[in-house]
């Protein structure tokens, strides 16, 4: 019936000529009908100035959107090219508190989406192209329109860098992993392989010997950027066969799982095969700021860097999870700082009122 009368209206309203209130009804009717999730980013409701508006999806951005939420911020989350972030790419996801039994990681994102639904985030499921944040409201640009907000908490978090190789795909969160701290107790007694050259590639490997079998570390050269006593640590492990100008040429296995990896002597082109139940791929990662540029402080390697709390050089804009952190980089460290960065947002908003 409210459908129905809403339609009336907004025929009355194109005949009237009055487009601008046809276009904001018509936005009311499209949000009806997809619920608070929606991928409408008209530009009618644009001259609304939002209290927080919620960069990213990810459980950073999520937990900051139940923590907003239930302050009655009505907080709007652009979910970004990867609505519900890295944990989309896993299957089971074991060390968040609070699920006895491992969840998938996409339904653990849908949770959590669901849960600060439940409280009042609105969800668009578009991209921030560029942000303007040298005055107030502060101004978010979209595909297609431009939104204003009082605050904005940025949770945009930090890519793995992968590889690409053959049937790399196939096996992403199904045998090759990118965070040993979160998969590497499913390979029990093992053999597993670690790619990289850096301190978290040796990291990766020595953590990876409490669980696996073995673990082979590949090196596409022949000398390590991580520091000596990192190198040293490896070679001192009798679990860890270092194999330096090798790279990564095809991936093995059948019905999704891993059982191996073709690689590649980068000096002679000779090939092996060997294998391994898991793969890590450290090579690095690769913070999601390129639309904050000139706009707010960054680190030397590109993360949001902060002032104080999760503040940033800008007041008002806060940030959290994976985009500040180049240490932790787990899902409760970033649900965590999420918590933190609607808080300070809130005390933020009090302070102007
Ligand atoms: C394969 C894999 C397995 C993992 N397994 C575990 C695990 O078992 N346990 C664990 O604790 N951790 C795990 N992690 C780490 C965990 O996923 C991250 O630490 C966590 O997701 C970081 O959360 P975040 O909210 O900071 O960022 P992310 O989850 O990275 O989310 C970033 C969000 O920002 C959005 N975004 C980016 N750019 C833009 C833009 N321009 N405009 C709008 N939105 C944008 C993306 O769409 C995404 O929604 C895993 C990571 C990977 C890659």
Redesign the pocket.
């Known amino acids: 019936m409210v459908l129905l009368i809403s339609f009336i209206t907004l025929v009355v309203l194109l005949l009237a000529s009055n487009i601008d209130a046809a276009k904001r009804l018509h936005n009311v009717l499209a949000r009806l009908h997809g619920g608070a999730d929606s991928s409408n980013d008209s530009d009618a409701v644009a001259d609304e100035i939002r209290d927080v508006v919620i960069?990213?999806?990810?459980?950073?951005?999520c937990t900051a959107a139940i923590y907003t939420g239930r302050a009655m911020l009505r907080p709007l989350v652009?979910?970004?090219?990867?609505?519900?972030?890295?944990?989309m790419?896993?299957s089971d996801?074991?060390?968040?508190p609070g699920y006895r039994d491992p969840i998938s990681?996409p339904m653990m994102m849908d949770d959590l989406k669901h849960q600060a639904m439940r409280f009042g985030a609105e969800f668009w499921q578009t991209?921030?192209q560029s942000v303007n944040l040298s005055k107030e409201p502060f101004e978010i640009v979209l595909n297609n329109c431009t939104v204003k907000a009082r605050t904005i908490i940025i949770?945009?978090?930090?890519?793995?860098l992968w590889l690409n190789s053959e049937n790399e795909e196939e096996f992403?969160?199904k045998g090759i992993?990118?965070?040993a701290t979160?998969?590497g107790y499913m390979f029990r007694n093992k053999p597993v392989i670690v790619i990289g050259g850096g301190d978290s590639a040796m990291e990766e490997a020595n953590f990876l010997t409490r669980f696996a079998s073995e673990v082979t570390l590949i090196h596409r050269k022949d000398n390590f950027r991580a520091s000596k006593v990192m190198i040293q640590r490896a070679y001192d492990n009798k679990k860890i066969k270092i194999k330096t100008n090798q790279k990564v040429v095809k991936w093995l296995g059948s019905n999704g799982i891993l059982s191996g990896v073709i690689i590649e002597n980068t000096a002679d082109g000779s090939r092996e095969t060997l294998h391994a139940d898991g793969a890590f791929i450290a090579i690095g990662h690769k913070p999601?700021t390129e639309?904050l540029k000139n706009q707010l402080k960054l680190t030397d390697n590109g993360y949001i860097a902060l002032s104080e709390h999760t503040m940033t050089s800008i007041p008002g804009v806060f940030a959290?999870?994976?985009?500040v952190d180049s240490r932790y980089?787990?899902?409760?460290?970033?649900a965590g700082s999420?918590c933190q960065a609607a808080i300070d947002a809130e005390r933020y908003l009090e302070t102007k009122h």
């Open positions: 960069i990213g999806s990810g459980p950073a951005g652009i979910a970004g090219y990867m609505a519900g972030g890295q944990l790419l896993t996801v074991e060390n968040f990681g991209n921030v949770s945009t978090g930090a890519e793995a992403k969160g992993s990118t965070c979160c998969d999601n639309f959290c999870g994976d985009v980089r787990q899902a409760i460290t970033a999420g």
